[in-house]
Structures are given as C-alpha cells and as structure tokens.
C-alpha cells in the first residue's frame, strides 16, 4: 500500500535459514507486505544484512535486514 508502518498485518516471512551471508536470515513473502514497501525516497540502506545490494531490485526496497 505504499506506507512504511503497516500495523496489524502479518510480516510474512519464510522460515529462518541461510539466504546467503554470515548469518542466517527471514526472507519476506513475495508477494507480501514487505516487498517493496520501505522507503522510496532514498532512505534504505545501499545493502542488506547479507550484503546484497537493495538498489534497482524493485519500486522500493523491502522492508527488513534482506532484500527479496
């Protein structure tokens, strides 16, 4: 929906496992609240927990440590 706070929704993420990195990581749905929906205004970090980097991968990035 375009907001960043979506309260009362279910996160939708997998099941812990490794995605890749040094740490073991949620990956959000997708589809999925998650997606997409962080800050389209320059606002996400330029790389997520893993290191994979959260530019040009989508209309925003998504919301959380690892980028879909």
């Known amino acids: 929906n375009g907001t960043v706070n979506q309260l009362g ?3 939708g993420l997998a ?3 490794n995605n890749g ?3 073991e990581t ?3 749905a997708n589809p999925g609240p ?4 962080g800050s389209p205004d320059g606002g ?6 893993r290191g994979v980097n959260r530019s040009g991968r ?3 990035c998504d919301i ?3 980028e879909r």
Do not use: E, R, Y
């Open 64 to 66: 959380g440590a690892v």
């Open 26 to 28: 949620h990956l959000p």
């Open 58 to 60: 989508g209309a925003g």
């Open 34 to 37: 998650a997606i997409d929906t």
């Open 21 to 23: 990195g040094d740490t």
């Open 9 to 11: 929704v279910s996160a």
């Open 44 to 49: 996400c970090l330029g790389f997520d927990q």
């Open 15 to 17: 099941s812990l496992t």
